[in-house]
Nanobody
Framework: QVQLVESGGGLVQAGGSLRLSCAAS????????MGWFRQAPGKEREFVAA????????YYADSVKGRFTISRDNAKNTVYLQMNSLKPEDTAVYYC????????????????WGQGTQVTVSS
């Protein structure tokens, strides 16, 4: 069982930056691949980024590639999403997720989800 808690969301102007954090309760955090997803009102949840258990491999949706960076600190049981050059279309609730399987863009492989944190980007 893994409990995930996101933080760091807020209101930011277009072009600004935010850093999201996802803190995990499990001491076996390093065994999990992690992902970030987001969901805007009226839209389906979509993949944003993923990172392998070791942090050696990262993956990004085309829409955020070059602007967002996913990283993890296993000593702190935390995964981060650094978001730069934010756009209004990035506005959504952002969720982190964990899986013992290989990291993926497919949300169905993730077994544990946080409650989400709101990111709002104004134009």
């Amino acid at each position: 069982q893994v409990q995930l808690v996101e933080s760091g969301g807020g209101l930011v102007q277009a072009g600004g930056s935010l850093r999201l954090s996802c803190a995990a309760s499990s001491h076996t955090f390093s065994s999990y691949a992690m992902g970030w997803f987001r969901q805007a009102p009226g839209k389906e949840r979509e993949f944003v980024a993923a990172i392998s258990w070791s942090g050696g491999n990262t993956y990004y949706a085309d829409s955020v590639k070059g602007r967002f960076t996913i990283s993890r600190d296993n000593a702190k049981n935390t995964v981060y999403l650094q978001m730069n050059s934010l756009k209004p279309e990035d506005t959504a609730v952002y969720y982190c997720a964990a899986t013992l399987r290989r990291s993926s863009y497919d949300e169905s492989v993730y077994d544990y989800w946080g409650q989400g944190t709101q990111v709002t980007v104004s134009s």
